[in-house]
């Protein structure tokens, strides 16, 4: 069959590029591995974070910001420094890191709702960063978050779609697996591989590899958007750079099991240009989902800033080494230090008060209220009494939860969850009184207190997000919760390098006609928007960016 535009990946980077060749009056195939239950991909399950610059969510709650801040912010935490030289590795990921700062301070709220997104009026601070004004971090609040969460974000582009198959416009190619980009005279003019049997799995869980019969297409343009390596923990551990220590030896998994980089190597099999596949973003307070959908699955914390963090062996992590503050550093100090080396797990120790206030947990299917678009729901559960469901249903059936009435149960709890008893009572202790001894009065050598009476200054933390300061110890803020934390693996921030039109390059630098990829399989613009650090709520419109400069290209 013979198409003008071809997209792996049914996820919403292809739903969004799909979209712009459909208006442009272009016949488009969209070809998945999995079923049609798959529809939105990763963006399915996702919070629905969206990072905004001078948005009115953001003035209501009192939030200045501009482009100039955020373009700051997003140059200190990126970090690129593989600029010289030929060929440079950064160098289209630095102008598309510029290009979607402009767009997130421009346009992009009004393309959102033209294309039924809507936002919730809440603004998150996520990633507040490692305490230098030019350094990694958001300066203010920019995390938006979807009416509907993740679906709300790809129900859409998911819902623009189906409309196109049904009007002829759009044909999808469900469990049919891409082997092979095919090449002639130099330029990609389609692709082969093996439809696959029919498999009835739920959404997100695995799916047969049992091949049946070949199948080819041929297309005047193909897109790669399939996604990153997350799924795939020895590719994982293959890429990981040795700046962030050894890797860990056990691992939970934050994507389906189908995000294994397959299209990357197609990509590059077929003549493409893979940079910074040694950046990646994986998240240490991840949690074993105790009702998973795919192998390993785990599930984030987005947690407040209060909780005191400790290291396998309860010494407490150093700023800014924090919950909330520094993704990457956190990591980098628990996979580097020599004597945690051998441990793959870390702590939260936080109070009732705190788990209530401040627990939210990643995920479409864990954020119920939002995720349903009812707004007095969302009030009853964010400032109502209590935590959310979810966050409930976890302290009282997740295997990493410890709950009790006195510091030293609670000890008892979390070495009875690890081989071997690693923690002193006599030493959590300690260092629970001296963070406490520092919330007596509003001034504070404690940077995490500090931080705590910053972020209760911002309204919309102070209301639905920050818990009042107390301390940890005090009854009448219990019981006492301990949360074992994993490593979660998540995103790829490199991948196959492309100009701003979303073509892909080849290793000269020259472009491979007729090739084009989007999303995380292009790390986000260039192979490598984020550099080494994500400011959160970038993903999606990562995604959305780079899927619509990609179908606008290709149309």
């Given at each position: ?13 292809g739903l ?14 969209v ?27 953001q003035?209501r709650?009192?939030v ?6 955020a ?19 950064d ?10 700062v ?32 030019a ?28 409309e196109?198959e ?36 739920p959404?997100?869980?695995p ?7 070949p ?33 860990p030896?056990?691992?939970?998994t ?14 590059e099999?077929?003549g493409?240009?893979l ?13 074993r ?16 800033p ?7 062996l309860?010494?407490?992590?150093p700023?800014p080494?924090l ?13 580097t230090?020599?004597d ?8 939260f ?9 401040e ?7 864990q ?25 409930e ?9 410890v709950?009790?009435?006195?510091l ?5 709890g ?14 959590v ?9 520092q ?9 995490q ?9 911002y309204?919309?933390d ?8 107390h ?8 019981p006492?919760i301990?949360?074992?934390l994993h ?29 084009f990829?989007?999303?995380?399989a ?15 709520g ?5 995604c ?11 149309a």
């Open positions: 069959m013979n198409y003008d535009a071809v997209i792996v990946g049914a996820g919403l980077a969004v590029a799909a979209n712009e060749l459909v208006q442009a009056g272009r016949r488009v195939a070809v998945d591995q999995e079923n049609a239950a798959n529809l939105g991909g990763q963006a399915y399950w996702s919070f629905g974070g969206l990072f905004l610059v001078d948005s009115p969510e003035r709650l009192g200045r910001d501009g482009f100039d801040l373009w700051s912010d997003w140059q200190g935490s990126a970090g690129w420094d593989r600029l010289d030289g030929p060929l440079a590795q160098e289209w990921a630095a102008r598309w890191g510029r290009a979607y402009e767009f997130a301070a421009g346009e992009k709220r009004s393309w959102l709702r033209r294309h039924g997104i809507r936002l919730t009026p809440m603004v998150g601070w996520a990633e507040r960063g490692d305490g230098r004004a350094g990694h971090g958001n300066s203010v609040p920019r995390f938006h978050v979807a009416w509907g969460t993740g679906t709300g974000v790809s129900g859409p582009f998911a819902a623009r779609a189906l196109a049904a009007q002829g416009k759009l044909t999808f190619y469900w469990r049919c697996r891409v082997d092979d980009l095919i090449v002639e005279a130099g330029r990609v003019t389609g692709l082969s591989g093996v439809r696959l049997a029919p498999d009835a799995a959404r997100g869980a799916s047969n590899r049992d091949a049946t019969d199948f080819t297409l041929r297309a005047s343009s193909v897109l790669i958007a399939t996604g990153g390596i997350g799924g795939d923990h020895e590719k994982v551990r293959r890429l990981w750079p040795t700046r962030l220590g050894a890797p030896r056990e691992m939970i934050g994507v389906p099991a189908y995000v294994d980089g397959r299209g990357l190597d197609i990509a099999a077929a493409a240009r940079v910074n596949r040694d950046r990646m973003w994986h998240y240490v307070e991840g949690i989902n105790w009702d998973p959908i795919w192998p390993g699955h785990g599930i984030r914390i987005l947690p407040g209060s909780s005191v963090w400790l290291d396998a309860g010494r407490r992590l700023f080494a919950p909330g503050y520094d993704t990457l550093s956190t990591l980098r100090h628990l996979r230090t020599p945690l080396a051998a441990h793959d797990h870390s702590w120790v936080l109070t009732q008060a705190i788990i209530e206030k627990f939210a947990l990643s995920g479409s299917e954020n119920g209220d939002i995720t349903s678009g009812h707004w007095l729901r969302v009030l009853r559960t964010r400032l109502g009494k209590g935590a959310s469901p979810e966050v249903a976890f302290k009282a059936q997740g295997a990493d939860f709950v009790a009435g006195d030293e149960t609670l000890v008892a979390m070495n009875a969850l690890t081989p071997t008893p690693l923690l002193d009572a006599h030493m202790r300690g260092v629970v009184e001296a963070r406490d001894a919330i007596d009065n509003p001034f504070a050598k404690d940077l207190v500090q931080g705590i009476h910053n972020a209760r200054r309204l919309g102070r209301l639905a997000r920050v818990a009042k300061l301390r940890i110890l005090d009854p009448d803020a219990g006492l301990a949360v074992k490593v979660l693996t998540r995103k790829s921030l490199g991948g196959i390098q492309t100009d701003l039109d979303s073509r892909v390059l080849k290793p000269d630098g020259s472009v491979l006609e007729g090739l990829a989007a999303g995380e292009a790390g986000f613009g260039g192979g490598g928007a984020h550099g080494y650090n994500a400011l959160e970038t993903f999606l419109g990562g959305i960016f780079t899927g619509r400069a990609a179908g606008r290209s290709m």
